[in-house]
């Protein structure tokens, strides 16, 4: 019988290549497999030289035994743990498959426009089939959706690797201090600091909208769920529309002006809904998402496509998850639920000022690093 071990590597552990080669030493030879959450160039480079894989099946699987534990409890502190593994194992998934995706618009010069389009369009579509299944059978009907869905996941894991994802690769550190630790580059370039605190701004801004959207709905009386349902699904038809036609447009404007006009229409649009509290201003300005979230994602990819090399494309995009995603919703629950039970109006209000704050801060991205 044949075994496979999968190596745990984290960050640039000094231990990993022993424990590599101590597999290799053994009498009964095995399959072995690397899985990690950080990657960096010290763990491809190991890999590369041992000629061993770089897995997420792993990461999915034990995604797909968290879905399904939980139909095994009721008690809120267990679901709270679930949950929270969970989200690791998403968010370990996730960067890296945004950082492949610009790598394979760097390197196969795929449009990466039309490409996004299948997952605002795989959105749009699970929503809807989600939505229709819930009302028919019931919330129950849920859990088994969750499981479904992962175990799909898991399979396409397993459909065969195109070339670029095997033969990836990482330009080597010249220094030692250049392999003092994970991410410490950022922190020296600056152009990288002013990219992810523009994003994380943006991102911000948006926190009011993509989570109280459906109460802003219901305060200007629009209580049935069907056409809140068309009304907030305009954003995502406005964003597919973008991304099927992005190839012309990011053609003729440079990616840091694509940065700096999608933040001037969130101030336009946040500041619309804060003056006028009226279903017509909200809709049209429903359209203004293909500009404040798809036009601002397209360009910083543009700019990791153009200034960055594959190591740091990966790097970026694990920042661009966990600060400008993750951490900005954590932060603005807590800013915009405060001002919401005060006035629907501040929220707004403040959401056009963080986007006018982002926008000033990326003007001052250089064009080149």
């Given at each position: ?80 743990l679930i949950t929270f593994l969970f989200g690791m194992i998403y968010f370990m998934v996730s ?103 523009t994003v994380f701004l943006y991102q911000l801004s948006h926190t009011a909208y993509n989570n ?158």
């Amino acid at each position: 019988m044949k075994h496979t071990f999968v190596i745990c590597a984290y960050k640039e552990s000094p231990y990993l290549e022993s424990c590599i080669k101590s597999l290799k030493a053994q009498i009964v030879k095995s399959d072995i497999k690397i899985a990690t959450s950080t990657p960096n160039d010290y763990i491809y480079n190991i890999a590369k030289k041992y000629n061993i894989d770089i897995t997420l099946k792993l990461s999915v699987g034990i995604g797909l035994i968290l879905a399904v534990s939980y139909g095994f409890t009721n008690e809120k502190i267990v679901l709270g743990l679930i949950t929270f593994l969970f989200g690791m194992i998403y968010f370990m998934v996730s960067p890296l498959v945004e950082g492949l995706a610009s790598l394979f618009l760097r390197e196969e010069n795929i449009d990466y426009g039309k490409a996004r389009t299948y997952g605002s369009l795989g959105f749009t579509v699970i929503g809807i089939l989600i939505g229709g299944i819930l009302g028919y059978v019931g919330n129950e009907a849920l859990y088994y959706i969750l499981i479904f869905l992962v175990a799909l996941y898991l399979v396409f894991m397993f459909l065969p690797q195109p070339k670029l994802v095997k033969n990836l690769s990482f330009e080597e550190s010249n220094t030692k201090k250049e392999k003092e630790s994970l991410y410490s580059w950022v922190l020296k370039d600056r152009n990288a600091i002013l990219l992810i605190i523009t994003v994380f701004l943006y991102q911000l801004s948006h926190t009011a909208y993509n989570n109280y959207n459906a109460l802003y709905l219901e305060s200007m009386n629009i209580s049935a769920k069907w056409l809140s349902g068309v009304i907030l699904n305009v954003s995502v038809i406005a964003e597919i529309i973008f991304f099927i036609f992005s190839k012309r447009l990011v053609k003729r404007i440079k990616p840091k002006n694509l940065m700096i006009f999608a933040g001037v229409c969130a101030i336009i649009r946040w500041g619309a809904l804060a003056i006028f509290h009226n279903i017509y201003v909200f809709t049209i300005m429903q359209t203004f998402h293909a500009i404040t979230f798809a036009v601002a994602h397209i360009a910083f990819i543009l700019i990791l496509n153009k200034d960055y090399n594959n190591k740091e494309i990966i790097d970026m995009q694990n920042l661009y998850t966990a600060i400008c995603f993750q951490l900005s919703m954590a932060v603005g629950l807590y800013i915009m639920g405060a001002l919401w039970d005060i006035s629907t109006s501040y929220v707004f209000y403040a959401s056009a000022i963080i986007a006018a704050i982002g926008t000033v801060v990326a003007t001052r991205i250089k064009t080149t690093r």
